[in-house]
């Protein structure tokens, strides 16, 4: 036979196998396995790229894995179905065979490609930040091939179906175990899964993740497995030769690759990190919207408008504005710590430095912080993130202060209580009207799971209140802000209840009466004409010496929570 | 070497001194066989050595001693080796089965392992070897869901695909009812392109049907080759027939008229003789040979 018809052979068999293995259930259950894995990883928060590509490629990872098995199923076939003495006798050799296993792995890139397609589409398709990291893309292709070439190498030295799962388990391990290695060594494994903190970074960073270099590795990785597979199978001394030959290129190229990805992040891409952290207004653009100041980063300046909505939603009915202004802006709550191996000890203190002359500061009540990357796509959640802003925006509008014991950090920190203020139901309305969440999500936030919730507040119990996604950490100040209570909710839902006009004559004829933080519920529903709602007819009250904070300071002994007081 | 040298070689399988061992156990030792164009039957015990034999044939295992030539190309060289695979049927002893595959996927895929990579030829030849076979309206079916025997057609079916100029077959008659049995006699009889046939087989019936030549394998050694009457032959004279058994005869059995068939050195005075088969003649040697 000729060496064209010898190639021919080799692609029919290919071909053949190939055919196999996009028919295999055990691929097409990967594939549906691997495209449900994305979608919780995408979660309801916004898709960044270049943390969103990487959350694909872990997708290809699961996919990778059922086409090691089925890779490893296919090579070792003929030995397992008692048949390697009918394929001795063929005139395709076993090396041949091989050639052709790894070859009908191009199987595989369709089932990749349709994922990273589906995928990529559904991350455009929910407003996608920033531009689709290519070489991240592919990556999780060539890790689907790599991992079929090592299915490959395994199934022509080990025929039994449980090699091919204890080979998927061991790859599984070494992506789910990446943590317990620090610094850069976790882009040494196939695919690094739990890296969070791509999620926080307000846009690409340049050497995070490398990229290049791992896609590098992958490739090495898969030309070694496919050099493997052919050594165990060759019967030519020559051809082994040059599978040595080859084997140690591939080698060699993976080394490197890997050394390429322990070098640290590039200098000038974490100073500036950091000066996008710590120096907002040196890189963030701002523009001003209804007296609102709105500072965002570059990438995100698409969000404004379903920013600006919830927060004129609630200007808009408010009688007077504060004579403080307001400004809306993205703050970056990443740890740097993950980001600096490989630097001096001097460089990260001063980086260090940098962040905490900044922290103090930060966070004051005249500002809405949008953490980086927790702003919702679309849904149920992004109608928690605008109550939650909107919220902020009225508390802000009706003067109830940020105040609170402790320091953030410590477990003794409190947020104020809003106790019998009627400003509070107030602002409750103002973000009720704004957003108009369903009123069954807002009655759910008066208990939790049948138990109580409440705060000590001057030694008494103070049932509070779980506004929609207040949990959620769609913003950063969100441990500043008032903890509501569940009376002044009561109230707003009454309010909400009655003519808007009405309401809205009432706050308007003494604004600085409910601005007052001595006003009380009961005299602006006196005043509204309505009877003051009962908490006991809907909230139980709680077991004698039980109460259920918000925070961690929880139980009998937990610290006072101070009364919003200005 | 070119395919042109190959083709001008001499058409036969020559064996020489072949021997094997497994561990202590002698599978074969010291054969001395030529196995000419047509149907040649193995007949011998179990552990005679027959399925060594022919998986040295069929290059699948590799003799310790002598020489094995087919068609005048060597097994031991590795072209030659992959020349003889292009001309070779193969049905092993044992054979296993992809059972996720259908049958006719199956057959595409050994189609493609024997070379046949023109896709109509390739068709064409699996069409033809599901017709032979009798498997035609069972192309579609998983091979999971085939009979025993049905799976041994497909054997049979996937070592005549690419009309192989030496088929190889190690029992292949094992799992077939008589019908299939006869359709199997009429399928080897009517083979095109006369080739080199060696089946082995425990039915020395279907050797007498339609082998022109057997070889009887004891012991890892041939002891008899020749035609199905010669080996009759060797035991004229040996065989008789009574109402009682005789303690005497060396193999007595009770046939289907309820009388003794005996097969002996001494034959009784005024016994009834009756005429030699092959099978006689094959227990008559098999006894011998466990004699010595």
């Known amino acids: 036979m000729t060496s064209a018809g010898g190639a021919r052979t080799v692609l029919d068999l290919a071909r053949a196998e190939a055919s196999l293995l996009v028919r295999s259930l055990l691929v097409l259950a990967g594939l549906l396995a691997s495209g449900a894995v994305v979608w919780v990883l995408f979660g309801s928060v916004q898709p960044l790229w270049w943390n969103a590509a990487w959350q694909i490629g872990f997708g290809q990872l699961i996919l990778g894995l059922v086409v090691l098995a089925a890779a490893q199923l296919a090579a070792g076939r003929a030995r397992r179905e008692g048949m390697a003495d009918l394929y001795t006798s063929f005139p395709v050799t076993a090396g041949t065979r091989t050639v052709a296993h790894l070859a009908s792995l191009a199987g595989a890139a369709p089932a990749s490609l349709l994922l990273t397609g589906a995928a990529a589409a559904v991350v455009q398709a929910r407003g996608a930040i920033g531009t689709p990291a290519i070489t991240v893309l592919a990556s999780g292709l060539v890790l689907v091939i790599a991992s079929g070439a090592a299915g490959i190498a395994i199934g022509t030295r080990f025929s039994h179906p449980l090699a091919g799962v204890l080979g998927a388990l061991a790859l599984f391990i070494t992506a789910t175990t990446s943590h317990l290695v620090s610094g850069a060594a976790i882009w040494l494994v196939p695919w690094e899964w739990n890296q969070d903190q791509l999620s926080g970074l307000p846009g690409p960073l340049a050497g995070y993740p490398p990229a290049g270099a791992h896609l590098l590795e992958l490739a090495g990785l898969a030309v070694l497995a496919g050099t493997v597979a052919l050594a165990v199978t060759a019967g030519h001394v020559r051809a082994r030769g040059a599978l040595a030959t080859a084997g140690i290129v591939a080698l060699a190229v993976t080394c490197l690759a890997g050394a390429l990805q322990l070098r640290p992040i590039p200098t000038a891409g974490l100073d500036h990190l950091v000066t996008e952290t710590a120096s907002l207004a040196s890189v963030q653009h701002c523009t001003t919207a209804n007296d609102i100041r709105y500072c965002l980063y570059p990438e995100f300046g698409r969000d404004l408008p379903s920013l600006e909505e919830p927060v004129n939603g609630v200007l808009a009915r408010l009688p007077a504005r504060p004579s403080h202004p307001l400004r809306v802006q993205q703050v970056l709550t990443l740890d740097l710590t993950d980001l600096t191996y490989g630097h001096s000890k001097d460089q990260i203190s001063q980086w260090r430095a940098q962040l905490r002359n900044a922290r103090a500061s930060a966070l004051t009540d005249t500002a809405i912080y949008l953490p980086v990357g927790s702003w919702p796509a679309g849904g149920s959640q992004l109608t928690d993130a605008n109550f939650a802003v909107a919220l902020t925006t009225a508390e802000w509008g009706v003067r109830i202060p940020a105040q609170a014991t402790g320091n953030p950090a410590s477990e003794q920190f409190l947020p104020c209580v809003p106790l019998n203020q009627a400003r509070e139901a107030i602002a409750i309305w103002l973000a009720i009207l704004a957003t108009r969440p369903s009123a069954g999500e807002l009655q759910a936030g008066l208990s939790s799971g049948g138990h109580y919730l409440g705060d000590e507040v001057s030694n008494t119990f103070v049932p509070t209140w779980t506004y929609p996604g207040m949990t959620a950490g769609y913003l950063a100040s969100s441990g500043f802000a008032p903890q509501p209570t569940a009376a002044g909710y009561l109230l707003a839902a009454a309010m909400v209840s009655l003519p808007q006009q009405k309401v809205s004559h009432v706050l308007a004829s003494a604004w600085g009466r409910w601005l007052n933080w001595h006003t009380t519920d009961a005299q602006l529903a006196a005043a509204l004409g309505i009877p003051m709602p009962s908490i006991s007819t809907l909230v139980p009250p709680p077991p004698p010496g039980q109460t259920t904070g918000h925070g961690p300071g929880t139980g009998p002994q937990s610290p006072q929570s101070p009364l919003c007081t200005s | ?292």
């Not at chain 2, 005679?48 to 003799?63: D, H, Q, R």
């Not at chain 2, 003889?84 to 996927?105: D, K, N």
């Not at chain 2, 199905?228 to 040996?238: K, Y």
């Open chain 2, 1 to 292: 070497m070119d395919e042109t040298t190959l083709s001008v070689r001499t058409a036969a399988v020559r064996v020489h001194g072949l021997s094997r061992r497994y561990g202590s156990t002698r599978a074969l030792d010291g054969v001395d066989l030529t196995l000419e164009r047509g149907i040649t039957g193995l007949l011998g015990p179990n552990g005679a050595g027959k399925t060594t034999l022919l998986s040295v044939l069929a290059t699948v295992s590799e003799p310790d001693g002598g020489q094995v030539s087919a068609f005048g190309l060597d097994p031991a060289d590795g072209a030659e080796r992959v020349e003889i695979r292009r001309r070779l049927g193969y049905l092993p002893q044992e054979l296993g089965y992809h059972r996720h595959f259908t049958v006719a996927a199956f057959l595409d895929y050994v189609a493609i392992l024997k070379e046949i990579t023109d896709r109509r030829r390739r068709a064409e030849e699996v069409a033809r070897v599901l017709a032979v076979t009798g498997l035609e309206d069972r192309a579609r079916a998983r091979i999971r869901t085939l009979s025993g025997g049905m799976r041994q057609r497909l054997g049979i079916a996937q070592a005549l695909l690419g009309g192989p100029e030496l088929l190889i077959l190690d029992e292949p008659t094992a799992g077939l009812d008589p019908e299939q049995r006869l359709r199997f006699r009429e399928l080897l009889s009517g083979l095109a392109g006369d080739p080199v046939i060696v089946l082995s087989t425990h039915q020395a019936d279907d050797i007498a049907a339609i082998c022109p030549k057997v070889v009887v394998l004891l012991r890892g050694q041939v002891h008899f080759a020749g035609t199905p009457a010669e080996l009759a032959v060797t035991a004229a004279g040996r065989v008789w027939g009574a109402d009682e058994r005789d303690p005497h005869a060396h193999l007595s059995w009770r046939g289907g008229d309820s009388r003794w068939r005996h097969i002996g050195d001494e034959v009784p005075d005024g016994a009834e003789l009756v005429t030699p088969t092959v099978e006689d003649g094959y227990l008559l040697l098999s006894h011998a040979a466990g004699a010595r």
